[in-house]
């Protein structure tokens, strides 16, 4: 007689992650892109050049919106996150692909998003004009206790239904969005910088915009990766108010 599985206990997280996996975006990339225009073949030379020469050119780019050198870049970052992150995140399709882990063919881990002590709970005011505020205590913890409570009626029901020969495309439907799943997304810097100012708060930003917390903690760390690989760029992108040229 072999014992029965031990049932999947629910995992909850507050965070998210982001791993850039693979990238081809340099300074370099945009200045000879730029300079075909006037130099042809020549432009080939800026390939070995410091960019740090010709970080004045990047600025009237940027400044100028000329945003097409941008676009000769590439990176591709592994993320993970809430289901509810990611449907926000394909709302950016210009310049982006993206392939996520698919409930059809796999069977789905439970691990569930609840909001950590630092998240603002309390909304105040009317779209395009509310803000967020600290939450009191009480409010943090029956959001997290009705929440775990509701992922884990969610995953029972899942693993009753697979456990009776249910499809997994039929009984992933009672997952909630706050499950966790993962994707690769890619871009070109162009691509990311309009991401960014749509989906973070910066003091630099001209144009403010008011993101959900969750998709801003995934932009903060794909602008860290980016900041690394390509800062004449991140810095121009600053200086000029943060708007995707």
């Not at 030379?45 to 970080?55: L, Y």
């Not at 941008?70 to 926000?88: G, K, L, N, Q, Y």
């Not at 249910?166 to 009984?171: C, L, P």
Request: glycine letters at 6%.
């Amino acid at each position: 007689m072999t014992d029965a599985p031990i049932p999947a206990q629910p995992h909850f997280r507050s965070d998210v992650t982001v791993e850039l996996v693979k990238s081809d975006a340099r300074d370099a990339d945009v200045l000879f892109a730029a300079r075909v225009s006037t130099a042809g073949e020549q432009s080939l030379e800026e390939v070995t050049k410091d960019p740090e020469r010709s970080k004045g050119l990047i600025n009237y780019l940027m400044r100028d919106h000329h945003g097409s050198p941008f676009e000769h870049t590439s990176m591709t970052f592994f993320i993970s996150a809430p289901i509810f992150v990611f449907r926000e995140f394909m709302r950016h399709r210009a310049g982006w692909s993206f392939n996520e882990e698919s409930g059809r063919y796999r069977e789905l881990a439970p691990v569930f998003y609840i909001p950590g002590y630092d998240r603002k709970l309390v909304q105040e005011g009317k779209p395009g004009q509310y803000r967020f505020v600290e939450g009191a205590a009480e409010q943090h913890y029956q959001a997290r206790k009705a929440m775990k409570a509701s992922y884990r009626q969610a995953y029972e029901a899942y693993q009753g239904m697979l456990g009776a020969g249910v499809a997994r495309e039929v009984a992933r439907s009672v997952l909630p969005v706050g499950l966790y799943s993962s994707m690769y997304a890619t871009c070109n810097a162009r691509s990311l910088m309009h991401f960014l100012g749509l989906r973070t708060t910066h003091p630099n930003a001209t144009t403010p915009s008011y993101p959900q917390r969750e998709i801003e903690m995934v932009g903060e760390l794909m602008e860290s990766h980016w900041a690394g690989l390509m800062p004449l760029t991140h810095t121009a992108f600053n200086a000029n108010g943060r708007v995707a040229p």
